[in-house]
């Protein structure tokens, strides 16, 4: 099964925008009918009612992240970021926390996907 899978999200249910994701995920999101929203940045993608973002460590820093927290806000969104442990460009999970937080945003569950990935599903905090 691929990451989207993984995290039970199809098109059925609204849609999703894709963000930064690996050529698997491409693959997988090109089965869907209607096909997700692909942007290759944050700062490139639009809300929807869901987001699945896979972040590099140079893109924990506030204007990013704030971006985050409006897309979440303005589409009502589910956003699930996911690190990958085995990747030298992916945050830690520890360092997505706290630059999440210095947003005003938190780690609301954690769920292991794909081949040793990890989904954080993140909201406001509080």
């Not at 693959?27 to 692909?38: H, I, L, N, T």
């Not at 690190?83 to 945050?91: C, L, R, V």
């Amino acid at each position: 099964m691929g990451a989207l899978t993984d995290l039970g999200l199809t098109t059925d249910d609204g849609s999703i925008m894709v963000i930064s994701a690996p050529d698997s995920v491409l693959a997988e999101s090109g089965a869907m009918k209607p096909r997700p929203s692909f942007a290759s940045t944050l700062l490139t993608a639009e809300p929807a009612a869901r987001i699945v973002w896979w972040p590099e460590k140079r893109h924990m820093d506030g204007g990013t992240l704030q971006r985050l927290a409006w897309m979440v806000d303005a589409g009502g969104a589910m956003a699930w970021l996911v690190i990958d442990p085995a990747e030298e460009e992916s945050p830690g999970k520890d360092e997505l926390r706290t630059a999440l937080a210095a947003v005003g945003m938190a780690v609301e569950e954690e769920r292991a996907i794909g081949r040793g990935e990890l989904a954080l599903r993140v909201g406001p905090a509080g």
